[in-house]
């Protein structure tokens, strides 16, 4: 349906802010590299033995075709196919590096899947694990990661070790088989304790390094601080030899990673977010609700944009339910929703499917996924496109390690609640990561949110300082600022300058409150008060300081929380929150620098929107602030809190999308293990749900990408009603 307004408007959005585009998406001819050309491909690999196996179960992957594989997925719509060759236990072809699969007998499938694939102009990418041990490391015990104490770590391959040759071997075999490239899975250090590796080779490195010994442990003092950039040195030059070892042997083929910068992961994987997302042809992540959440999906997939500006990134999902390997299938509409939220956040995506044991396909797996594979593809147009961003979240991997730690939740919970306010308040947003923000990266927002980030670098807050006297809006939350380099408690906050106030003290409670008075419903500081109660005591569960003004305004009052006689003694936990007791200090502290202003939160509204009590009025609280200091945006969605809106931008067409994707899972109920924590339900019904776009300018045209969505056209109002898990908005200007 398309809607004409009578007057033609001005050029869309002269000062509109964008990022770079990913590239996803667009028909490009075949001299372009295939992953600049994908939209959806398929990575299939067997199940039975990612946990180990026998050597004499030759049951297991007996009918893993690659033929048959790569039939299947072509026949689905896929546009490249991912094949299991080598995996932590076997490789599956006739390698003479690992030990071949035994259920293969005189099969190789990988040629077979090269042969297809080649037949059906398919690129073949070959899927090749770093970790995982299994039989390899069991007799190569001198690529074994140790411990401090000299033992080996189980299942883990030392990255400094001669392993990196058997790597190369593994990809002179693929690469004479002639795939287009390799996806290398398992590249981190591990998903915890013990951290590796003190060998001696390791040592030897590291006392050449620095001139000393490497520390007894994590220590987290400066030895700590010179083991974890020569983990992250170590990480980065074995992909980069292996990467170069490819080129130098075949150029045209690729390579990618599997990337693990991302939250949830920490500093015990050894990868920091750019310096390992920048190694290969493009980044790879995955998400799925299983591991990373419902609003993971759309967050990895920033942030992976983030980490490689500029570049394509893929981001595989999978058709199981709970798992990779759990043989399952998950319904249509909740594969087409994690999908098109992908897509619109300019993913090309691969789904990958675990075979049953025997190596055979599921039917009605592929039946789905070829639906919402041709779903995709025939909306092909509407995605890839720049993304329009009003809101930079800013991650600090240095907090993550120094006050993170190894519980990292504790560093990610306002990080990860700031996005969730964003994405269910509608507020477009993006990320911008500390290791590679500039000067001109963070003036492309208008707002930049510092979510309780402690560990802030001298450098760090000269950047913001200009950002801010620019013009630029900054958030500050709960303790950002407010420790040293090196994650110790600070006595006072480095970013006091542009807070316009000095620290007088860190709480020690978690279960704080804010007042916000019906005094501050006058101008200028109603907007704070939107869909917040007056005079109300509201938590805000997370950190807290209470602060001084000096040059700020302050707003509103800060509750430190009341505690039992016997909670006083030590005799009583605290995890559990009590009512609010006496003031202590502002709850919002507005200072004016430069040609902006540093709005500053005393608690952590970021942090308790992703608590075990996350309110609504803490979410708003967050959000209000971003419509306090950027009140009038050139764009303006409001839909349910359930669907997620992507806004993007096609300049040379002069076309704006609204994307707007519904997570509506069906309830639950406790699960058998790990109660309360419930397993999150499956998307199966397609909802009917209402929205209205507000613009600054009248468009020239609105239409639809399909017939489940309807709009009407009121001057610089749009209204729609989408009858799907996914509607776009096409609005020419």
């Known amino acids: 349906m398309t809607m004409r307004p009578r007057r033609?408007?001005?050029?869309?959005?002269?000062?509109?802010?964008?990022?770079?585009?990913?590239?996803?998406?667009?028909?490009?001819?075949?001299?372009?590299?295939?992953?600049?050309?994908?939209?959806?491909?398929?990575?299939?690999?067997?199940?039975?033995?990612?946990?180990?196996?026998?050597?004499?179960?030759?049951?297991?992957?007996?009918?893993?075709?690659?033929?048959?594989?790569?039939?299947?997925?072509?026949?689905?719509?896929?546009?490249?196919?991912?094949?299991?060759?080598?995996?932590?236990?076997?490789?599956?072809?006739?390698?003479?590096?690992?030990?071949?699969c035994p259920g293969l007998g005189a099969r190789d499938v990988l040629r077979e899947a090269v042969e297809e694939g080649a037949a059906r102009k398919l690129p073949i990418?070959?899927?090749?694990?770093?970790?995982?041990?299994?039989?390899?490391?069991?007799?190569?015990?001198?690529?074994?990661?140790?411990?401090?104490?000299?033992?080996?770590?189980?299942?883990?391959?030392?990255?400094?070790?001669?392993?990196?040759?058997?790597?190369?071997?593994?990809?002179?075999?693929?690469?004479?088989?002639?795939?287009?490239?390799?996806h290398v899975d398992m590249i981190d250090q591990g998903f915890g304790a013990p951290y590796g590796c003190w060998c001696e080779t390791c040592?030897?490195?590291?006392?050449?390094?620095?001139?000393?010994?490497?520390?007894?442990?994590?220590?987290?003092?400066?030895?700590?601080?010179?083991?974890?950039?020569?983990?992250?040195?170590?990480?980065?030059?074995?992909?980069?030899?292996?990467?170069?070892?490819?080129?130098?042997?075949?150029?045209?083929?690729?390579?990618?990673?599997?990337?693990?910068?991302?939250?949830?992961?920490?500093?015990?994987?050894?990868?920091?977010?750019?310096?390992?997302?920048?190694?290969?042809?493009?980044?790879?992540?995955?998400?799925?609700?299983?591991?990373?959440?419902?609003?993971?999906?759309?967050?990895?997939?920033?942030?992976?944009?983030?980490?490689?500006?500029?570049?394509?990134?893929?981001?595989?999902?999978?058709?199981?339910?709970?798992?990779?390997h759990d043989q399952t299938t998950r319904p249509l509409n909740d594969i087409r929703w994690e999908l098109a939220t992908l897509l619109a956040h300019g993913a090309f995506v691969t789904m990958v499917d675990k075979t049953g044991y025997d190596g055979r396909l599921d039917p009605v797996a592929y039946k789905r996924i070829g639906e919402a594979f041709r779903d995709a593809k025939a909306g092909r147009e509407?995605?890839?496109?720049?993304?329009?961003?009003?809101?930079?979240?800013?991650?600090?991997?240095?907090?993550?390690?120094?006050?993170?730690?190894?519980?990292?939740?504790?560093?990610?919970?306002?990080?990860?609640?700031?996005?969730?306010?964003?994405?269910?308040?509608?507020?477009?947003?993006?990320?911008?990561?500390?290791?590679?923000?500039?000067?001109?990266?963070?003036?492309?927002?208008?707002?930049?949110?510092?979510?309780?980030?402690?560990?802030?670098?001298?450098?760090?807050?000269a950047r913001?300082?200009?950002?801010?006297?620019?013009?630029?809006?900054?958030?500050?939350?709960?303790?950002?600022?407010?420790?040293?380099?090196?994650?110790?408690?600070?006595?006072?906050?480095?970013?006091?300058?542009?807070?316009?106030?000095?620290?007088?003290?860190?709480l020690d409670s978690r279960d704080n409150h804010v007042r916000l008075p019906a005094a501050m419903a006058r101008f200028p500081f109603e907007p704070l008060l939107a869909g917040i109660e007056h005079d109300w005591s509201f938590l805000v569960e997370g950190p807290a300081a209470i602060y001084l003004p000096t040059t700020a305004t302050p707003l509103g009052e800060l509750l430190e929380p009341h505690r039992t006689v016997r909670q006083k003694q030590g005799k009583e936990g605290t995890?559990?929150?009590?009512?609010?007791?006496?003031?202590?200090?502002?709850?919002?502290?507005?200072?004016?620098?430069?040609?902006?202003?540093?709005?500053t939160f005393a608690a952590s509204p970021d942090a308790a929107t992703a608590s075990e009590h996350p309110i609504v009025e803490a979410r708003k609280l967050l959000v209000n602030a971003v419509r306090f200091l950027h009140p009038s945006p050139h764009f303006r969605v409001e839909a349910p809190a359930f669907v997620e809106s992507v806004l993007t931008d096609d300049p040379e067409t002069r076309t704006l999308r609204v994307h707007l994707i519904a997570g509506v899972s069906t309830p639950t109920t406790t699960p058998p293990t790990n109660r309360p924590y419930v397993i999150p339900g499956l998307i199966e019904d397609a909802p009917t749900f209402r929205v209205r776009v507000v613009l600054s300018i009248i468009p020239t045209s609105v239409t639809t990408a399909g017939p489940n969505t309807t709009v009407t056209l009121d001057d610089k109002t749009i209204s729609a009603v989408v009858n799907d898990v996914h509607g776009v908005i096409v609005i020419r200007y």
């Open 8 to 100: 033609l408007s001005v050029p869309l959005l002269l000062a509109l802010t964008m990022l770079a585009a990913s590239g996803a998406g667009t028909a490009l001819g075949d001299d372009v590299p295939w992953f600049r050309r994908a939209l959806v491909g398929m990575e299939v690999g067997p199940t039975g033995a990612q946990s180990g196996s026998d050597p004499s179960d030759v049951g297991y992957a007996a009918d893993f075709h690659g033929r048959e594989v790569v039939r299947r997925c072509a026949e689905a719509g896929s546009e490249y196919v991912v094949i299991w060759a080598r995996d932590g236990e076997y490789a599956y072809y006739d390698s003479k590096v690992a030990a071949k």
């Open 125 to 182: 990418i070959a899927y090749c694990v770093v970790q995982q041990g299994g039989q390899y490391l069991s007799s190569h015990p001198e690529f074994a990661m140790r411990g401090a104490d000299g033992a080996i770590i189980p299942g883990r391959f030392c990255l400094n070790s001669g392993y990196l040759e058997t790597l190369k071997a593994l990809t002179d075999e693929m690469i004479a088989y002639g795939v287009d490239g390799f």
């Open 203 to 324: 040592r030897k490195l590291f006392k050449a390094q620095y001139g000393t010994e490497p520390p007894a442990g994590a220590t987290w003092d400066e030895g700590w601080g010179r083991m974890l950039e020569f983990r992250y040195e170590s990480s980065r030059r074995f992909e980069r030899a292996l990467y170069d070892h490819v080129k130098k042997v075949k150029p045209g083929v690729t390579v990618d990673f599997n990337y693990h910068g991302n939250p949830p992961f920490s500093f015990e994987v050894g990868q920091r977010p750019v310096r390992h997302g920048e190694n290969g042809d493009f980044l790879t992540g995955e998400t799925g609700v299983w591991g990373f959440s419902a609003l993971g999906v759309g967050l990895n997939a920033e942030f992976y944009r983030a980490a490689t500006p500029g570049l394509p990134f893929q981001v595989a999902i999978q058709r199981g339910v709970r798992m990779y």
């Open 382 to 461: 509407h995605f890839g496109h720049r993304p329009v961003q009003e809101v930079a979240v800013y991650f600090s991997s240095r907090s993550r390690d120094w006050y993170g730690r190894e519980h990292p939740d504790r560093y990610f919970r306002a990080f990860q609640g700031a996005h969730r306010a964003l994405v269910l308040e509608h507020v477009p947003w993006g990320v911008a990561l500390d290791e590679n923000a500039t000067d001109a990266s963070l003036a492309a927002f208008p707002v930049v949110i510092l979510p309780d980030a402690p560990v802030i670098s001298a450098e760090e807050v």
């Open 464 to 506: 913001f300082r200009k950002y801010v006297e620019q013009g630029g809006s900054l958030i500050v939350t709960g303790w950002s600022g407010l420790f040293g380099d090196r994650g110790a408690p600070a006595d006072r906050s480095t970013l006091e300058d542009l807070i316009g106030a000095k620290l007088v003290r860190r």
């Open 575 to 599: 995890g559990w929150p009590l009512s609010a007791g006496k003031a202590v200090g502002p709850a919002i502290l507005v200072n004016a620098v430069g040609k902006g202003r540093v709005l």
